[in-house]
Every structure is written in structure tokens, then in C-alpha cells.
């Protein structure tokens, strides 16, 4: 009887624009400890314990979880004015799928004004045209940690590259590159929307992975 998840997102995300668990997953155990509280939750709710006091149960409280510090932030939510009645879910495995992934892609590939290369065209293209592009890694500071490219000028996430768009060079290309191929492509039309000239972007198809398959089979993969 209290708020739900469509009070905080109304709307499911466009198709496509959620990485899949292989592009941004989680630490494996984590559903395994979010799933234990909400079955708690449920248990509760069921037998009808623990709602003599209002805050017995988590009903209207978003709790977030950071396995890594090991911290819980609590975040109050009310249900949205005027919010429609549920009566029905819709098809989210067609409308976020795979399917629906690629009808997106295909149309946004249309619309794109950057360039797309494969690590194996970026590589002959440094080795035999002495290209030398100012490299763009847009993945957390986490995942750099992991594994970069050796000749990688600059990291910064790609939700944030409006931040540092002063520090791009104001000529010549900029290669930018993610794990996999998604968050660079982000980021490429995030860079056009500040200004960047389209043609000077270039986005790693497949990321650092497929750069460690095609090109550098050293560099470790995760």
C-alpha cells in the first residue's frame, strides 16, 4: 500500500540504453543479498508483522546498497501524484530485450555523425598513416585500474565528459574507447552535443576487449 518503483522511474529506459550485465554488471553475490531482503520484507508483509510502527516495513523507503564500503544510504519516496493505476505490466523482456535492443541500434546507427572503427582499423591506421589520436577512455577510474591502453591520454566517466571537454585537444581526432563499445558511443554524442565536430570523433567498436582479442592479447580482460 505504499509507493512503487514507477514513482521513482515512470518510464522503463529507451532499448538499448541500459549495458547488459557483461558491460556493467554487479558483484556477483550482490542480487544474492538485496534478494534476502526483500524476502524478509515479503515474509513480513505476508504474516502481517512488523507494521504496528510505520517504519516496521521498508514501504516508502528506497534503500541503497554499496557492497564495496559495505554502507546503507535510506532515501524517503512518497507515490507520484496522479500516478496511473497499475493494472497490467508490460512486455520487458520485448520492449528492453535483445530485439528491441537492436531496432534501437540500427536507428540510432542511422542517425550517427561520429565514426565507428575496429580496433584492428584503429591499429593499422597508428601503424602505416602515423595516426595519432588523443585517446579518450570513458570507463570508471575502477575499471582503468584494471586494465588500460598503454597509450590512453585521458579517463573520465562518460556521464561526465562535459566536464572535461576544455581538456580535449581544439584540433585533430579523438579516439574514445569503453569496455565494450556502448558508453564510448555515449559519450561520442555527448561530445557532438558540446561542440566537438563530429568528424573528429572516433568510438572503439567493442572497447578494450575487442582491442585485447584483435590487437594486444597481453592486456588481461574482465
Known amino acids: 500500500r505504499g509507493p512503487n518503483y514507477r514513482d521513482l522511474f515512470p518510464e522503463p529506459p529507451p532499448p538499448g540504453s541500459v549495458p547488459s550485465c557483461a558491460e556493467g554488471g554487479v558483484l556477483g553475490v550482490l542480487p544474492g543479498v538485496i534478494g534476502t531482503m526483500q524476502a524478509t520484507e515479503a515474509v513480513k508483509v505476508i504474516l502481517g508483522v512488523g507494521e504496528r510502527k510505520p517504519r516496521d516495513t521498508l514501504s516508502g523507503r528506497l534503500i541503497l546498497y554499496n557492497a564495496m564500503s559495505f554502507r546503507f544510504h535510506e532515501v524517503a519516496l512518497k507515490p507520484r501524484p496522479n500516478a496511473p493505476k497499475i493494472e497490467s505490466l508490460i512486455d520487458y523482456t520485448g520492449f528492453?530485450?535483445?530485439?528491441?535492443?537492436?531496432?534501437?541500434?540500427?536507428?540510432?546507427?542511422?542517425?550517427?555523425?561520429?565514426?565507428?572503427?575496429?580496433?584492428?582499423?584503429?591499429?593499422?591506421?597508428?601503424?602505416?598513416?602515423?595516426?595519432?589520436?588523443?585517446?579518450?577512455?570513458?570507463?570508471?577510474?575502477?575499471?582503468?585500474?584494471?586494465?588500460?591502453?598503454?597509450?590512453?591520454?585521458?579517463?573520465?566517466?562518460?556521464?561526465?565528459?562535459?566536464?572535461?571537454?576544455?581538456?580535449?585537444?581544439?584540433?585533430?581526432?579523438?579516439?574514445?574507447?569503453?569496455?565494450?563499445?556502448?558508453?564510448?558511443?555515449?559519450?561520442?554524442?555527448?561530445?557532438?552535443?558540446?561542440?566537438?565536430?563530429?568528424?573528429?570523433?572516433?568510438?572503439?567498436?567493442?572497447?578494450?576487449?575487442?582491442?585485447?582479442?584483435?590487437?594486444?592479447?597481453?592486456?588481461?580482460?574482465?
Open 96 to 222: 528492453c530485450g535483445q530485439a528491441a535492443a537492436e531496432e534501437a541500434a540500427a536507428i540510432a546507427r542511422a542517425a550517427e555523425r561520429f565514426v565507428r572503427i575496429t580496433p584492428t582499423d584503429a591499429y593499422r591506421k597508428m601503424e602505416t598513416e602515423e595516426w595519432e589520436p588523443f585517446v579518450l577512455d570513458v570507463r570508471t577510474k575502477r575499471e582503468a585500474e584494471v586494465v588500460s591502453l598503454p597509450f590512453a591520454n585521458l579517463q573520465h566517466p562518460h556521464r561526465q565528459v562535459a566536464a572535461i571537454v576544455d581538456h580535449l585537444p581544439a584540433e585533430g581526432d579523438i579516439l574514445v574507447h569503453c569496455k565494450a563499445g556502448i558508453r564510448s558511443v555515449a559519450a561520442c554524442n555527448s561530445l557532438i552535443e558540446l561542440g566537438i565536430a563530429p568528424e573528429r570523433l572516433f568510438s572503439l567498436e567493442g572497447g578494450i576487449i575487442a582491442w585485447a582479442k584483435d590487437v594486444d592479447t597481453t592486456l588481461p580482460t574482465y
